[in-house]
C-alpha cells in the first residue's frame, strides 16, 4: 500500500527498449485468421509488426517481459465480446490489462502468445447525483478515479495509494488504501459491474442479478469476465486528514536493536488491536537499519494527539524520534501518500522495475519468537550487494477495522480477516534506469526472508494477498494461500462460466 517518497522516485522509467521474439516480427497464417476474425468484427488492434507493439507490451517489472499474438485495444463492450468471441474461435487464450502493474505481468498472459485486451480507452466516471454510486470505467488508474471522485462530487472511494495502479485488477483482488479501515476494501464498495463472458456474453453482475458470478469476480475477477465499468459506493470526502511518522535509525550490529524492533512492533500490535478506530490507519516501512511507522487519521489534529499519546508512551522512549505531523486538505493528502505524484495519469503506464516480491496475510498478532526471528535475519543478512528491498506492514484489522466487519461469505475474497499485511519487496540496487536482471539467489532469499517470520509461528495459518502476486507460486500454492477454502467453489463456477479456461494466466482459477 505504502512506499516511501525515495522508493516511489526510482520507479519512474520510461521509453525502455523491448527486443521483441524474431517470430512475432511477422504475422504467422494462424495469426493471420485471428487477426482477420478481429479485423471483421472491427476490433481495433496493435499486431506485432506495428510500431506501437514494443511500448504496448512493455511489462511494469521488465523482469517478466511476455509478448501478446495480438493487443486489442477496444473502446466499446461490443469490441471486448467480439475479440473475446474470436479468442474463442481461434483457440487463444486471452489476458485484460487495466493498469499494467501487475508484479507477475500477467495483463499480458503470463506467457507467450496471449489475446490481451488493453482496457485503456474505458475511462468515464460518472457520479449519480441522488445515490452518489459512481460509474467507473475500467481503464482507469487510481489517481484519475480519486480526481474525479473529489473535482466531480467531493466523494471518495477506498483504494491504494499509488496514482498508477489500473482500478479493474485493483479493485477485483481486493484493494487496500488508507480509508479501507473506515469504509472497507474498494472491493466491498462494487455493487454492480458489468462484464463481458468467456462466450462473448454482455452480462450484468450484482447481488441480485448473477450472484454467483458477482461473488467470483469479487476476488478472483480475472479468471472470470473482463469489466468494462464498475458501480462503486462512494463517501462523503473528508474535509482533511493528519499523517504522522515516527523514523528509528538503528545500528544492526548494536546489542539491543532487535529487542527495540520488536518493541516497537509489537506497541503497534497491542495498539492496533483493541484501541485504533476505524479512521486510522498505520503503515511500517522496514529497510537496512531503519524502521518507521507512519499513520493517517481522517480527523481533527487534536483527537489524534489525544488518541495517539498511549501508542507513543508504550513505544521505547530510549532514543524515541520526534515525530513528523502535518495537516493537509483531503485531496493534497492523497498526493503526499502516492510520493508526491501527481493524481490524474498518463492513458499509457510508463513505471517499470526488476523485482521479486513475496506477500505475507498475518490474520493475528506476530509473537515475540516470530518477531525476533525477522528483525534477527533483518540484522544479520539485511546487506546482501546487488540488490535492494524494503518491507511494507500495514494494518488491515484490529477491533474496530471495517473490513473484517463485512460478510466473509460475500465474496470470494478470502483475507479479510487480516490483522497485518506484509509485502516484501526486493530489486536491483541503484540501477538506473532498471536493468532487466535480477539475481537468481535472490528469489531463496527473499523466501527466507519469509520464513524468518512464518516458520517461528506454526500455529498461525499465515496467507498471501493476490495483488502482490507471486509468480514463483506454484498453482496450487497460489490457490491455497489466495483463495483458501473459497477454491473449491471457485474451481466450480469457474467450469461453469469459462469451461475451456479461456481468460487464463499460470495461477488462473482451474489450473490446479
Not at 488493453?118 to 449519480?128: C, H, L, P, S
Not at 450472484?211 to 458501480?231: C, E, H, M, Q
Not at 485504533?276 to 481533527?300: E, H, K, L, Q, R
Not at 521479486?356 to 506476530?366: D, E, G, N, Q, R
Request: charged fraction near 15%.
Amino acid at each position: 500500500m505504502v512506499k516511501l517518497n525515495s522508493i516511489l522516485a526510482h520507479l519512474a522509467f520510461a521509453h525502455l527498449a523491448v527486443s521483441i521474439p524474431t517470430d512475432y516480427g511477422t504475422t504467422t497464417t494462424s495469426n493471420k485468421t485471428l487477426i482477420g476474425c478481429l479485423d471483421a468484427a472491427n476490433v481495433p488492434l496493435i499486431s506485432a509488426s506495428d510500431a506501437d507493439y514494443a511500448p504496448a507490451v512493455m511489462p511494469f517489472n521488465l523482469r517478466l517481459p511476455f509478448f501478446p499474438v495480438v493487443v486489442v485495444v477496444p473502446t466499446t463492450a461490443e469490441h471486448v465480446s467480439s475479440a473475446v468471441k474470436c479468442a474463442g474461435a481461434f483457440k487463444t487464450k486471452v489476458a485484460a490489462r487495466s493498469g499494467g502493474h501487475s508484479y507477475a505481468a500477467f495483463g499480458l498472459g503470463g506467457a507467450d502468445g496471449s489475446l490481451m485486451i488493453d482496457m485503456k480507452k474505458f475511462r468515464d466516471v460518472i457520479v449519480d447525483p441522488n445515490t452518489f454510486i459512481a460509474t467507473v470505467g475500467s481503464g482507469l488508474r487510481l489517481g484519475d478515479v480519486a480526481t474525479r471522485l473529489y473535482n466531480d462530487a467531493r466523494r471518495g472511494l477506498p483504494h491504494g495509494t499509488c496514482p498508477g495502479v489500473g482500478i479493474a485488477g485493483h479493485a477485483l483482488h481486493g484493494g487496500f488504501g488508507y480509508m479501507s479501515r473506515m469504509w472497507g476494501t474498494t472491493l466491498d464498495n462494487i455493487v454492480e459491474m458489468e462484464v463481458v463472458l468467456a462466450n462473448g456474453d454482455i452480462v450484468t453482475a450484482s447481488k441480485s442479478t448473477n450472484p454467483d458470478l458477482y461473488w467470483a469476480l469479487r476476488g478472483a475477477g480475472s479468471s472470470f469476465g473482463i469489466v468494462t465499468n464498475f458501480k462503486f459506493t462512494t463517501y462523503p470526502a473528508p474535509g482533511s486528514g493528519v499523517r504522522a511518522s515516527w523514523s528509528w535509525t538503528l545500528d544492526d550490529s548494536a546489542s539491543d536493536t532487535v529487542e527495540k524492533k520488536v518493541k516497537i512492533f509489537q506497541a503497534l500490535q497491542d495498539f492496533s488491536e483493541e484501541s485504533a478506530p476505524s479512521n486510522i490507519v498505520f503503515g511500517v516501512f522496514m529497510t537496512n537499519g531503519f524502521i518507521d511507522v507512519s499513520c493517517v487519521y481522517w480527523g481533527p489534529r487534536a483527537e489524534f494527539d489525544t488518541l495517539i499519546a498511549p501508542l507513543v508512551a508504550s513505544f521505547p522512549q530510549d532514543g524515541l524520534p520526534t515525530p513528523t505531523i502535518a495537516d493537509y486538505p483531503y485531496i493534497d493528502l492523497l498526493v503526499v501518500l502516492g510520493g508526491g505524484e501527481q493524481l490524474p495519469q498518463p492513458e499509457n503506464y510508463t513505471k517499470h522495475d526488476t523485482f521479486f516480491t513475496k506477500s505475507i496475510v498475518a490474520p493475528t498478532k506476530l509473537t515475540t519468537k516470530s518477531l525476533t526471528s525477522f528483525f534477527t535475519f533483518l540484522g544479520e543478512r539485511g546487506v546482501e550487494p546487488s540488490l535492494s528491498w524494503f518491507v511494507i506492514a500495514d494494518l488491515y484489522g484490529g477491533k474496530y477495522s471495517n473490513i473484517a466487519a463485512q460478510d466473509p461469505a460475500g465474496s470470494s475474497y478470502a483475507i479479510r480477516d487480516s490483522f497485518f499485511t506484509f509485502q516484501l519487496y526486493s530489486n536491483i540496487d541503484g540501477a538506473n534506469p532498471p536493468v532487466t536482471a535480477y539475481p537468481p539467489w535472490g528469489f531463496e532469499y527473499m523466501n527466507e526472508m519469509s520464513r524468518s517470520i512464518t516458520e517461528p509461528q506454526p500455529e498461525t495459518k499465515f496467507q498471501a494477498y493476490v495483488n502482490y502476486v507471486d509468480p514463483s507460486l506454484s498453482p496450487q500454492e497460489a490457490h491455497e494461500l489466495y483463495y483458501g477454502s473459497n477454491y473449491q467453489r471457485l474451481r466450480e463456477l469457474k467450469g461453469r462460466y469459462d469451461p475451456e479456461l479461456l481468460f487464463w494466466n499460470p495461477q488462473a482459477i482451474g489450473t490446479s
